[in-house]
């Protein structure tokens, strides 16, 4: 059974800081996803990568994924309270999807 | 365009009592459709999805089941509630067996 790690499990920092969060899989990703929740709503598609080693930007947002496809990174760049949210990654294996337990992201104005 | 509806968004129920959510989408047919449970500030647990009407798959034996009557329609279902039962419930879909999961807004149980 694959399980997948995210940390830090809570971060809170104020605005304008950088911060970078992690996710790590116990196997290799099949196509990994990061999601960002915000509270009483469901989660978001952020970013899909499939390709290790690949890097795609979003804005202020920059994710890795690892040459061995087994751990990817969020990278924020002058965090604004808008970012405020859970961040889940995930792994998308044909009709199952399983979530990591998410960083909960705090930016303080 | 495609929508995703939950209801209720918010239910207190006492131990032992049933439960009854629902979920319907609109805007396309056939989809891939999925039932999450989420522990407070925690991260997603599958419970159930399906490929079709009537064709449901469990991913955690619990006292919860899924029914999909007709093809945009996904229910889940309790017939005694249990004090763990308590979470944020979140129906999702999709196309096919590869890319993005729309989530509904979600419904919060409350097992008293």
């Known amino acids: 059974t694959q399980l997948l790690e995210q940390s830090p499990q809570f971060l809170s920092i104020q605005e304008g800081e950088n911060l970078t969060v992690y996710c790590n899989s116990s196997s290799v990703f099949s196509s990994l996803q990061w999601y960002r929740q915000e509270p009483g709503e469901g989660p978001v598609l952020l970013v899909t990568?499939?390709?290790?080693?690949e890097v795609k930007k979003l804005k202020r947002l920059t994710f890795q994924f690892g040459d061995a496809r087994k751990d990817s990174s969020l990278h924020i760049t002058a965090a604004q309270p808008g970012d405020t949210g859970l961040y889940l990654c995930?792994?998308?294996?044909?009709?199952?999807?399983?979530f990591g337990p998410g960083t909960r992201l705090s930016v303080l104005p | 365009s495609q929508t995703i509806h939950q209801w209720p968004a918010t239910l207190v129920q006492p131990v032992g009592s049933p439960l009854s959510l629902e979920c319907t989408v609109e805007g396309t047919s056939n989809p891939n459709l999925y039932w999450y449970r989420q522990a407070a500030g925690r991260g997603l647990q599958l419970l159930f999805y399906s490929v079709g009407i009537g064709q449901i798959s469990s991913e955690v034996p619990q006292n919860l089941s899924a029914s999909r009557p007709q093809d945009r329609q996904f229910i889940l279902s309790s017939k005694k509630l249990l004090l763990s039962d308590s979470g944020f419930y979140l129906c999702?879909?999709?196309?096919?067996?590869?890319?993005?999961?729309?989530f509904g807004e979600g419904s919060r149980l409350t097992v008293l």
């Open positions: 990568v499939v390709t290790g080693g």
């Open positions: 995930a792994d998308d294996y044909g009709q199952n999807f399983v």
């Open positions: 999702a879909w999709r196309n096919g067996l590869a890319g993005e999961l729309f």
